[in-house]
C-alpha cells in the first residue's frame, strides 16, 4: 500500500499530499496524487530546472502552491514563467506525458536523461 507524504507516517513531508511513495516495476518511486509516475531530469541544478517551454508540456512539473513550505528533503522552487515547483532533495519533480496509468515508468531512461524519482 502506498504511503502518503503528508501527515504523521513520514516525517517532514511537504504540505500537499498530492505526491506519495508508490511500487512501480523500479520499486519505491515518488508518485503524485493520481499515482502517476514523477521523474528527475539529469540536466537540472539542485533547485532549478532547466525543463522549460516544449519540454514542460512533455515533462509537466509537480506544481507547489502559492503558500507551500519547504520542509525536510522537500524544497520549493521558483520557475522561469513564475510558477512554483517541487523539488526532492533538491531534484525538481516532473510527470511524462506518456505514462497512460499508474504504475506506468515508460519515461525511465528516455534520452539517458530523464530517470524515475525514487525516494
Not at 508540456?57 to 503558500?67: I, N, S, V
Not at 514563467?81 to 528516455?110: E, N, S
Request: charged letters at 20%; proline letters at 8%; aromatic letters at 10%.
Amino acid at each position: 500500500m502506498a504511503a502518503l507524504i503528508a501527515g504523521a507516517a513520514l516525517s517532514a513531508q511537504p504540505a500537499f499530499a498530492q505526491a506519495r511513495i508508490g511500487e512501480t516495476g523500479k520499486g519505491k518511486t515518488l508518485v503524485d496524487g493520481r499515482g502517476m509516475t514523477l521523474y528527475t531530469y539529469d540536466r537540472d541544478t539542485p533547485g532549478k530546472s532547466s525543463c522549460t517551454g516544449m519540454c514542460a508540456q512533455t515533462w509537466p512539473p509537480l506544481p507547489a502552491a502559492a503558500d507551500a513550505k519547504n520542509t525536510g528533503n522537500w524544497m520549493v522552487i521558483p520557475r522561469d514563467d513564475g510558477t512554483r515547483q517541487w523539488a526532492y532533495k533538491g531534484r525538481p519533480l516532473y510527470g511524462w506525458i506518456k505514462d497512460t496509468k499508474p504504475g506506468d515508468v515508460t519515461g525511465d531512461g528516455y534520452n539517458n536523461v530523464w530517470h524515475v524519482a525514487q525516494p
